[in-house]
């Protein structure tokens, strides 16, 4: 079965940093493109950054992207975001998911059948 668990959210000033992590079980996490999407209040959940097992690409949503970085440890079956200069805008639950094989479309909800529950984040102004 597979459990995807995040942490690392909280509340931060607008400027701040965060780091989330996902820690997975259940599967072969080395094998599995790891992608990190984010649900604002009021809004439809979205895609945020995304790595792939298989050449180590990465994927970033333009509205993120120099700001936020994504990064795996497969000896920790752990997928890390990095947040940095964050802005209200910013404010979300976090979800990370998971998927074993290469998707047509990095920023798809659909492409992704494995999910955790979610760490809010609040950026305040």
């Known amino acids: 079965q597979v459990r995807l668990v995040e942490s690392g959210g909280g509340l931060v000033q607008a400027g701040g940093s965060l780091r989330l992590s996902c820690a997975a079980s259940?599967?072969?996490?080395?094998?599995?493109?790891m992608g990190w999407f984010r649900q604002g209040p009021g809004k439809e959940r979205e895609f945020v950054a995304a790595?792939?097992?298989?050449?180590?690409?990465?994927y970033y949503a333009d509205s993120v992207k120099g700001r936020f970085t994504i990064s795996r440890d497969n000896a920790k079956n752990t997928v890390y975001l990095q947040m940095n200069s964050l802005k209200p805008e910013d404010t979300a639950i976090y979800y990370c998911?998971?998927?074993?094989?290469?998707?047509?479309?990095?920023?798809?909800?659909?492409?992704?059948?494995?999910w955790g529950r979610g760490t809010q984040v609040t950026v305040s102004s």
């Open positions: 998911a998971a998927n074993p094989y290469t998707p047509s479309k990095w920023n798809a909800s659909s492409a992704y059948p494995y």
């Open positions: 259940g599967l072969t996490f080395s094998r599995y493109n």
């Open positions: 790595f792939s097992w298989s050449g180590g690409n990465t």
